[in-house]
């Protein structure tokens, strides 16, 4: 059974400090997701990476993925407060079900 | 283009009531997944419906169940509700594509169900 974890679980930062969050996950796919979910909101989408070594960036947030090492990495540049939301990464093969990690709560602190 | 949709956005019940959630999927999706999420846990597969039949089912008990519609919208019913199943239900839709290109699910804003 596929298995996706994520580390930290919690992270506080300082506003304008870089931090990367990391994604293992058990077993081949081929993409993986990452979103971010504020309180008692639904799942944002941030990015879709599909292939070895896939690099994808938006404004403060890259996110690559390593099908090898099954290794996706969320880097954070110089957080800022509305960077403050709780991200998961996801995966799944072809139509199937998606695997969510468990969600890292990244925390800004002015 | 409208997006996903859901219906109710909350809803309180008691245990052993029954309760029924719907969804609308974005235009040009014909399949629909439903997935719970407890608070402060990630999301976990219900089922997913693809031409009116339940095509994957995930660890949930029979009390969780589905439906499709012929315009792709889809229910899911809830039995005898327990204070357990107190989480945010989404719903995500998307569209089975040949293996040349892939199907990104798209989430509608969920549910909030509370069972007191």
């Known amino acids: 059974e596929l298995k996706v974890e994520q580390n930290p679980l919690f992270l506080s930062m300082q506003e304008g400090k870089n931090y990367t969050i990391y994604c293992n996950y058990s077993?081949?796919?081929?993409?993986l997701y990452w979103y971010r979910q504020d309180p008692g909101k639904s799942l944002e989408s941030l990015f879709v990476?599909?292939?070895?070594?896939a690099v994808k960036q938006e404004g403060r947030l890259m996110a690559s993925l390593d099908t090898k090492a099954r290794l996706s990495t969320l880097h954070i540049t110089a957080a800022v407060h509305d960077l403050s939301a709780t991200y998961f990464c996801?995966?799944?093969?072809?139509?199937?079900?998606?695997?969510f990690g468990t969600g890292t709560r990244l925390t800004i602190i002015p | 283009d409208a997006g996903v949709t859901q219906s109710p956005t909350h809803l309180i019940k008691t245990r052993g009531q029954q309760v029924t959630l719907r969804c609308s999927p974005k235009?040009?999706?014909?399949?629909v997944s439903w997935y719970q999420q407890a608070l402060g846990q990630g999301p976990q597969f219900i089922f997913q419906?693809?031409?009116?039949?339940?095509?994957q089912r995930g660890n949930f008990p029979d009390r969780f169940s589905g439906h499709q519609f012929p315009n792709y919208s889809s229910e899911l019913n809830v039995n005898a509700l327990l204070l357990g199943d107190s989480a945010l239900y989404l719903c995500?839709?998307?569209?089975?594509?040949?293996?040349?290109?892939?199907?990104?699910?798209?989430f509608g804003p969920g549910t909030r169900l509370t069972v007191l």
């Open positions: 995500a839709s998307s569209r089975i594509a040949d293996s040349s290109s892939y199907n990104e699910q798209f």
């Open positions: 077993t081949t796919s081929d993409r």
């Open positions: 990476l599909l292939s070895n070594g």
């Open positions: 996801a995966t799944n093969f072809g139509n199937e079900k998606l695997t």
């Open positions: 235009s040009g999706h014909d399949t």
């Open positions: 419906y693809y031409e009116e039949e339940e095509r």
